[in-house]
């Protein structure tokens, strides 16, 4: 069973190294070989280390200056749950989107479970209306 402190601590190195510094290297000290992040927005699910690098290459290039800051909501003997904001500028491609140079933020959850002492899958949802309307191709109706 993973500590409190190493549940955070891989956690904040996800976010911090990999996704805001692009520190891609460090996904193998983070993730289980076995990895699995399904994530609800994109309907997508990746499976294995490499494959979820070419998600994180993805964001990385259609935001720039990423911010991501997280609290922890609950916390189990294997599992945390977490919710996240993150920040960033809209200056590349994302689902065919060419950059708008918009900033963009949104908020989400990620629910992580850990096997020996790494992150083994990841359950996300975000708030992809938000992003998209950031972004400027959907307006909110009660602006």
Do not use: W
């Not at 891609?24 to 076995?34: I, N, R």
């Not at 490499?50 to 990423?66: K, N």
């Not at 922890?72 to 809209?90: K, Q, S, W």
């Amino acid at each position: 069973m993973a500590s409190h402190e190493t549940k955070v601590d891989l956690v904040e190195r996800l976010q911090t190294d990999v996704l805001q510094d692009g520190t891609v290297d460090e996904l193998t000290t983070v993730l289980h070989e076995d990895v699995r992040v399904s994530d609800i927005a994109f309907e997508g699910v990746y499976e294995g280390i490499d494959d979820y690098v070419g998600h994180v290459e993805m964001l990385r290039t259609a935001f720039s200056d990423i911010e991501v800051s997280h609290e922890v909501l609950c916390e189990g003997d294997h599992a945390m749950t977490v919710e996240y904001r993150f920040h960033g500028t809209h200056t590349g491609p994302f689902m065919e989107i060419e950059g708008t140079g918009n900033d963009v933020s949104f908020t989400g959850i990620d629910v992580y479970t850990f096997v020996d002492d790494r992150i083994n899958r990841i359950r996300s949802a975000f708030t992809l209306f938000g992003l998209l309307s950031d972004i400027g191709v959907v307006e909110f109706p009660f602006e």
